[in-house]
């Protein structure tokens, strides 16, 4: 996880006009803290992901089907 998230904090850094460039740094975040709360039955934490409801509807509202 810390590697998805220091790849994240790189692309944000270096499109900072332009994050939606990292949408795909985001959803391998989010899909790795999913696992994580997944395993753990919700109790699972870490300070680069946020809580389970926030990465369903990110997940939800960005499918990985749809081109950016």
């Given at each position: 996880?810390?590697?998805?998230?220091?790849?994240?904090?790189?692309?944000?850094?270096?499109?900072?006009?332009?994050?939606?460039?990292?949408?795909?740094?985001?959803?391998?975040?989010?899909?790795?803290?999913?696992?994580?709360?997944?395993?753990?039955?919700?109790?699972?934490?870490?300070?680069?992901?946020?809580?389970?409801?926030?990465?369903?509807?990110?997940?939800?509202?960005?499918p990985s089907n749809v081109p950016p």
């Amino acid at each position: 996880m810390t590697y998805t998230a220091c790849a994240l904090q790189d692309c944000l850094g270096k499109n900072t006009y332009s994050p939606e460039r990292c949408d795909g740094y985001l959803r391998n975040l989010y899909l790795c803290c999913q696992g994580m709360y997944n395993e753990t039955d919700g109790k699972g934490r870490s300070t680069a992901c946020p809580m389970p409801h926030v990465i369903s509807r990110w997940l939800k509202d960005h499918p990985s089907n749809v081109p950016p």
